[in-house]
């Protein structure tokens, strides 16, 4: 299945952090002096906004697209069925099905508006409205992908003296990891358009 734009803009803007923020020769020993620890501090934080820019761009875009396909032929489609299972209002009489379709739009939007991050529970709020569970993806990608959350908060929140020192080399392979994970994702929320 080939890969979305998104997916490839991704990569692309992944490289070009790369090529800006890490050294061009890795140290085999992991000694580097303070500025290139600095950049490898700013390549982690702009390397995580560029992974939620893409889950939210991607999980926007899925949704409003299941929205207006709706309004077009009428047909229940699995993501619509999702978010309205996770994002719909409450039982009301008065509302009519497009009206709670809305409703339920409105309301996923402003989770994609309030997300902070890429953590596993960032991700269940996120998936799960458009019908896709953890389960449905590895394991050890969902354990990486928390612990990058994660350090890219004790980088963002922390002065550098509370922080681990970085090794860019260790960080690259990290990046690499997470963005086949995220190629996955992208065939899953492609099988779902």
Not at 58 to 71: D, G, H, M, Y
Not at 124 to 146: A, F, H, I, K
Not at 180 to 191: C, T, V, W, Y
Request: aromatic share 4%; proline share 5%; charged share 25%.
């Amino acid at each position: 299945m080939p890969q979305s734009m998104r997916l490839l803009e991704l990569k692309t803007r992944l490289t070009t952090l790369r090529r800006h923020l890490l050294p061009g020769d890795l140290s085999a020993t992991g000694s580097y002096p303070p500025r290139v620890l600095d950049r490898a501090r700013g390549y982690r934080v702009l390397v995580h906004a560029e992974f939620e820019a893409y889950l939210e761009d991607q999980c926007t875009e899925l949704v409003n697209n299941s929205i207006r396909q709706w309004k077009e032929d009428k047909k229940p489609k699995h993501v619509l069925m999702s978010l309205l299972t996770r994002c719909g209002p409450s039982e009301s009489t008065t509302q009519t099905l497009e009206e709670r379709i809305g409703k339920a739009g409105s309301k996923y939007n402003r989770l994609i508006q309030l997300n902070h991050g890429i953590r596993e529970s960032n991700l269940l709020n996120l998936l799960q409205p458009v019908g896709l569970e953890l389960t449905d993806l590895d394991g050890t990608w969902v354990s990486t992908v928390d612990s990058f959350g994660a350090a890219r908060g004790e980088v963002a929140h922390n002065a550098v003296g509370t922080q681990r020192p970085i090794d860019p080399r260790t960080e690259l392979a990290t990046v690499r990891q997470l963005c086949e994970g995220f190629a996955d994702l992208d065939r899953l929320i492609s099988s779902l358009r």
